[in-house]
């Protein structure tokens, strides 16, 4: 039964940094393409960084060169880091994993099994 709990979100001001933390249990995070994601209020939810097992990424361009997403294989914990904070990335953030396969190449327009409940950044 895999499981992510996210961690982290608060309020920030702009031009401020926060680091989100997605802890996964249940299965190992070297097996799975990992993505986070966000959903500001009255908006759909978009992709924001995705990380395959190869070390792919893929990236919504409004996030480059100040999100960055990383694992750590030892305490099997997902992160997305956050610098250079605006006022549109007022969001609540969801991280999300599904396990990869042979020839399968994950981007922010995979399908993505496990999710995490959010956590909500603001920034001001």
């Known amino acids: 039964h895999v499981q992510l709990v996210e961690s982290g979100g608060g309020s920030v001001q702009a031009g401020g940094s926060l680091t989100l933390s997605c802890a996964v249990s249940?299965?190992?995070?070297?097996?799975?393409?990992v993505a986070w994601f966000r959903q500001a209020p009255g908006k759909e939810r978009e992709g924001v960084l995705g990380?395959?097992?190869?070390?792919?990424?893929s990236y919504r361009p409004a996030v480059k060169d100040r999100f960055t997403i990383s694992k750590d294989y030892n305490n099997n914990t997902l992160y997305l880091r956050m610098n250079s904070l605006r006022p549109d990335d007022t969001a609540t953030y969801f991280c999300?994993?599904?396990?990869?396969?042979?020839?399968?190449?994950?981007?922010?327009?995979?399908?993505?099994?496990?999710w995490g409940q959010g956590t909500q950044v603001t920034v001001s």
């Open positions: 249940g299965g190992s995070l070297r097996r799975y393409c």
């Open positions: 990380l395959d097992t190869d070390g792919s990424l």
């Open positions: 999300a994993a599904d396990e990869d396969a042979p020839k399968r190449t994950c981007s922010l327009m995979s399908t993505y099994t496990y």
